[in-house]
């Protein structure tokens, strides 16, 4: 970043500048991240007015080297101050006319939102710049439920002798055929037969 010699009068009125700003309400979509954004002259209608205002102003000038677009801002007071960030460097989608234009609005639009401190995007968590669109998030999946085995049901209806006993327990616990019984319930429906069987 490089800057004026003095700041003081550029930060006082870029404090002032930021205590009254508000947010551009994003309008626009972004179909391939599922997000919302500002559009750039949604930015610049907000925050003209205001910059001027407090006697700012902003200058952008976009250039290239053949593979990459640059936007160079430059933020300035009416007093002579300035701040210069360091260049913004991306790439076009497509080597055409039509990719670089569309690079040279995104990176004003992300320069100039960065540089005054305002939000332009919707927060994607991050997923815009490692290349992840969003994706809603799955619920975990519910832990898996460890039935008991063909030689434990056998033993229920050997401690039952009698399978129409098996069948209306497990019917009141909820259990279409016996191989579904839960492990974790296996003892107690034990008992419970040769409780019954008893009686």
Known sequence: MNKS????NLAKALASFQNEVQNPKNTADNPFF???????????NLVRPLLSKHGLSVLQSP???????IISSILMHSSGEWIEPDPLILKADKATAQGAGSAITYGRRYS??????ISS????DGNHATGEPNKPKEPPAPPKVETITESQAKRMFAIAGNPQIVQDLLIAEGYKKSTDVRKTEYDRIC???EKRDRD
Not at 112 to 117: D, P, R, V
Not at 121 to 124: A, G, P, Q, S, T
């Open 5 to 8: 010699e003095s700041i003081t």
């Open 112 to 117: 100039i939102s960065a540089m005054l401190g």
């Open 191 to 193: 008992k419970e037969l």
């Open 34 to 44: 599922k997000s919302k954004y500002a559009p750039l002259n949604d930015v610049l």
């Open 63 to 69: 250039s290239g080297n053949g593979s990459d677009i």
């Open 121 to 124: 995007e919707d927060d994607d």
